[in-house]
């Protein structure tokens, strides 16, 4: 990545008061962007948006993706270069008890807002969306950006169908020959610092330690594609800086997924940050019904290593440790963008492990 890059450009966040864009925000300024938000605002108290005080320094709107009217106003008033499309009902479960609301923003909402970049000076969009926007026949292999869509819950399959209209548009409008670059990203499974949205592993994980009580553990077996927040973001970065500079090239899909040995159960992640915090591990089943939920899951991300040369830094040991430094330093009432910076720097100076590479081969 090039750090160079980014000063000075105009970029626009959407979701800047969620997780993964509170990171990409803080990641952003780090390098010396002009930064803008459009997002709802922070669904939690506590919440990272407000730790990390990430309007301090960038134009934050808070609208609804859903109204395109907002959306085209938040365009007009910022000019952006380049957007991050991260604006989503992101929560599996939450997806069951409002299936409308969630095709309305995570199709509908994608569309309000391809719809103001088509008319407006963006050069670069990269709309991020999941690896559980696959058709998941619980393969032992990774998942490639040639396999099917699909989606078993109204979240997944409403994330299979913005890679549709992702597509559709990049046909139509977005070809890359006209000058703009428009791709799609694909990861999952993020672990880091700051997150406190409902029915997700990590708060839950450690609001359990922090009171020395079982952690609930809804599917302990299940098998995910474990990686800290900063590895995606990592490649959504390098993708925009290709997009910019051959879009015709790189408009298309990829994935960001991590190595082989940080493909682990739920039961391994939880014992291993209770450990890391330096109390017993304990976990416990989750009371109650439980909506469908896959069983494994991974993704090859070899076309990003290839045409991008991006791969992982942090294997799932050192992730994991970095959320229990990040949630250690908000106990002890640390200021927290620092803390955010230091992680960011680290993970920049970071050599990838030679052992890494082999495996990943």
């Keep these: 990545m090039n750090a160079g890059f980014w000063a000075g450009k105009r970029v626009l966040v959407t979701g800047h008061t969620g997780f993964k864009g509170g990171w990409l925000v803080a990641w952003l300024r780090h390098l010396g962007a002009e930064v803008a938000g459009l997002a709802l605002p922070p669904a939690t108290t506590p919440n990272l948006f407000d730790l990390a005080q990430t309007e301090r320094d960038i134009v934050s709107v808070f609208a609804d993706i859903r109204d395109p009217a907002a959306v085209k ?69 990774g998942y490639r950006e040639t396999d099917p869509l699909g989606g078993k819950d109204p979240y997944s399959n409403s994330k299979a169908c913005a890679e549709l209209v992702t597509q559709a548009y990049r046909s139509s409008f977005f070809s890359g020959t006209n000058g703009i670059g428009f ?25 359990a330690i922090r009171s020395r009580q079982p952690v609930p553990v809804r599917n302990p077996e299940a098998v995910r594609p474990w990686q800290h927040v900063l590895e995606p973001l990592s490649g959504y970065l390098l993708l925009a800086e290709h997009l910019w500079q051959d879009p015709a090239a790189f408009s298309s899909e990829w994935n960001f997924g ?31 019904q439980h909506p469908h939920e896959a069983q494994l899951l991974s993704l090859d991300s070899s076309k990003a290593r290839a045409h991008l040369g991006w791969a992982p830094r942090w294997g799932l040991d050192r992730a994991a440790s970095a959320v229990v430094e990040w949630y250690k330093a908000f106990e002890q009432g640390a200021a927290i963008r620092p803390v955010m910076v230091d992680q960011i720097d680290a993970f920049m100076k970071t050599k990838r492990d030679q052992s890494m590479i082999r495996k990943s081969v």
């Design 258 to 288: 991590p190595d082989a040995d940080s493909v682990r159960t739920v039961r391994w992640l939880v014992d291993r940050l209770a450990v890391l915090w330096g109390v017993p591990p304990q976990q416990m089943p989750q009371p109650g």
């Design 73 to 141: 106003a938040a365009f007009d008033r910022f000019q952006p270069e380049i957007v991050f499309h991260m604006a989503a009902q992101a929560i599996v479960r939450a997806s069951y008890e409002d299936p409308v609301g969630t095709y309305a923003t995570n199709v509908m909402g994608t569309v309000h807002v391809f719809e103001a970049v088509r008319n407006s000076g963006v050069r670069v969009l990269v709309n991020i969306t999941s690896d559980k926007c696959y058709d998941n026949k619980e393969w032992v292999w």
């Design 183 to 207: 791709a799609s990203a694909r990861a999952g499974n993020v672990i880091g610092g700051g997150d406190w949205a409902q029915d997700r592993l990590i708060p839950d994980v450690i609001a």
